[in-house]
């Protein structure tokens, strides 16, 4: 079953430059959903949307989320139905420490199982224990990262939405983010993210999309997208140098969508 149906979603910057020229995809429960695409194509913008965060937007379209038309709401109502959203730049408050970053994730959770998921949190990334009284912007951009899906996994997401969480950081550490993200999503958290870097999104995801220009181009499992001629060529660098990020700069051959 779908958790999230985007359909024909139309989003605009000040009523009439078009971010978004009607996207429709699906996101199912329990998986990870990844949409690829370069710089300026829409990811930011689609996430955004999702979220709430744009006044008046979408123009048009619909998003339904747990059977719930969500668009047009207020971003703390969508919020609240368990859509957490974590932008490119992680979202923390770079003078507060670790600790009351998280902390700022347990906001408004009165439950009993605040130390249980904390500990779990403490688990996956053992790094933010031994750093709790350090302010965050001394943390390293892999830490950060940690720190913000920690704090998201605090405001238990039943979908967590990511923006190129392996955006500036090494070769190695993002792999160690993405290894995170495995284990999130095997607590049966569902996750959208957005990524330039084709190669380790699709090494993790279930099923995914293209976005060129505000348009889907492409939607297929993961490994179909992997196997795609154009995908290949233009997103994974096959035949290239061996520089996935920047494979789709490259447009040597007429993409056939
Ligand atoms: N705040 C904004 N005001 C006006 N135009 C914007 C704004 N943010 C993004 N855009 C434009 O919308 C398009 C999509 O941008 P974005 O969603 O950030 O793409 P991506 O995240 O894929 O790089 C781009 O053409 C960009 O210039
Ligand atoms: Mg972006």
Redesign the pocket.
Known sequence: MALLKVSSVETL??DR?Y?LFGVSLEVEEGEIFAVL??????????L?TIAGLLKDQPKKGEIVFDNRRIHGWQPESIARLGVVYVP?DRGLFKELTVRENLELGLWGRRDADVARDLESVHGMFPILRERAGQEAETLSGGEQQMLALGRAMLRRPRLLML??PSLGLAPRIAKVVYEALTAISRTGTTILL?EQNARLALGVARRGAI?EA?RVVLEDTAKALMEDENVRELYLGVGTADEPAQGWRQYRRRRRW
């Open positions: 910057y000040f430059i971010a695409g370069p710089n300026g194509a829409g990811k930011t913008t689609l955004r490119e923006d190129e957005v976005l505000g």
